[in-house]
Every structure is written in structure tokens, then in C-alpha cells.
């Protein structure tokens, strides 16, 4: 029996491997393995592609949304509002601030961060927002700019999306193997239009020195590294492909009836697919199916950030955010990536139909 994995990044990088390896010999032969040629040039490449006019290049994404909150000023007795249905890293940057992680719940069909919450749970202490374009769904921000308070876009899920970095005062992505624009290890981006936010997070991201003699701010080591850039400026022209390869595999799935038997994801010109997230009260029985025929699916965020152990302090309990909780109960996700096999998604659904005869 041939298994089905969640994703097959190998198919979407295979073709492009000389040039990787080219890319490879070019950096060791160059020996700039810091902040080098393709560093700089794929911040502006970045920056040009997301229609911004500044992109800084960090280690991971987790960085990048630490180092964005400290650039946006918060710190200690600070609240910075997110949703509890993302992954840890959103909320631990806050606590990492020394901030404090305020929960707002989320929209039920767009998983992404209910507005109105957000604005019932705005303080004088509320110093930034946090919306996360969820699985690729991009989530129109503007409501929340005009809220008046600074927005961060946790967009690590989303590269590619349109108008995504358009509106926030800054924004943050990440280029961990199974996103839609990844590199060949860690990597994350900042980007904004705002020059002076760019300029704080570049000092930050380097030791807070412009030039390693004199230190401005008490920074960190964020770097992209060099061979990462490269692999990225390689893989960045064929994003547009990928993702359209993405949304053409989520149509399938709609085409070939799985929405009668399950919640499919809701599509919408800017949803560019990270995961194909489903939901269903059956969870537990179609995932067993699943396996048993050999074919990889997942669940995320089943305890949801207010409930985690590590951010008990907080004071959440269950029930406080309904629509994340049920959320959590009820999602799972499908095998997806640009160019997976028809017969491959065939064989998905008919496990699915076999495991629920009819919608739940």
C-alpha cells in the first residue's frame, strides 16, 4: 500500500536541485557566510514581491515577531491582544516582551481572529494586536488599524497571500520547511513600510550595531543565513506557481465531494493553502481511517494557547473562548501540496466517504 504524506516538500524543491547545488558552491566559494551578497538581495527581492519598503531577514520566525513587538515599544505591563487558536510562538514572543497575552476568540468559518472580540478586549494598557492569517487565509486587517492600536500581521502561514503586509504597522513571516515560501532550514522575515520600524529591527536583529564597533540597543544574534537567502532567492519566483498548484488542489477536493462529508476550508481569492484544514464531530474516526489506509493527516492547536501549561498564570479557563475550543475539538488537515496526484486526493476522499457515510 503507497502512503499519502501531509506534504511532500522534496516535490516542490527536486526539480530546482542544481541550482540549489549551485547555489550551494557559490556561497562556499564566496565565503561570505554572514550577511552576505544574497542576504541583502533577497531582503529587497522580498520587499519588492510583498509590495513593501522594507523586509529584514531574521533566524526563524519566532524571532522576527519578538524582535517586530520590541521595535513596536512593548514591554512590561504591556497587553497585546491575539487569538488562542495559532501556534505557541504568537504568544510567547508577548511573554518573552514581558508583555502580557490577551485571547480574543476567532470567527468560527474563517478560524482567523474575531474583530469584535478584539475591540471588547482593547484596554489603556492594549499596546499592540496581533491578527495570524491563519493557514494561509488571509484575514482583512484594516477593522483592526482602525481600532488604534499598532497591528502586528502574524503572517507565518501566509507568504504570498495578496495585500498581506499591506496594512499593518509591521509584519512577520517565517520560512520553516513546510511554508509556502520555505528554505532548507530556519528563516524569518520582518517587513513594513515604515522606515524607522525597519531600521529598529535591523539594529536589533545585529547586536543593535550598525557595524559591530558601536552598540545603539541591547540587541540579539537574528540573522538569515546566507546560504538560506540563496536558497530562497531561488525558490521565491516559483512561489506564485506553488500557490496557485495549492489553491488548483483545494478546488479538487471541493470538486470531488468532500465538502458533503466534512467542513472544507471556504475559498476566497487570497486563500493560498498552507494546510487544507477541515473540520468535522468525527474527527477521531476519519483520522483512524486515514491511517489505516496509509495516508498522513494532523490536528492543530487541540490545546489551545489559553489553556497551555505554561500560560496558566494567565488565568483562562475552559469555556472562555468557545469558538476556539470547539475549533480545536473538531479540525484536522488533509494532504495538500502544489502538484499532488489527482489519484492521491481520489484516494483521500473515498477513505473519508468510507469513515462518514454523510455530513456531520
Known sequence: MQTIPLVDVRAEYEPLIPRLEAAFREVLDGKGFIRGPHYWAFQEEAAAYLGVKRTIGVANGTDALVLALEALG?????????????????AESVVRRGATPVFADIDPVTLNLDVEDAAAKLTDRTRAIIPVHLFGRMMDVRPLVELGVPVLEDAAQAFGAPEVAQHGAISTFSFYPTKNLFCLGDGGLVATNDEELAEHVRLLSFHGSKDKQDFELVGYNSRLDELQAAFLRIFLPELAGWNEGRRAAAARYAELGLGDLVEIPQDEPGHVYHLFVCRSRERDAIRAALSEAGIASATYYTTPLHLQPSLRFLGYEPGSLPATEQAALENFSLPLWPGIPVDAQERVVDVVRSAVPTRV
Open 74 to 90: 512593548v514591554g512590561p505591563d504591556d497587553e497585546v491582544i491575539c487569538p488562542a487558536f495559532t501556534f505557541y510562538a504568537t
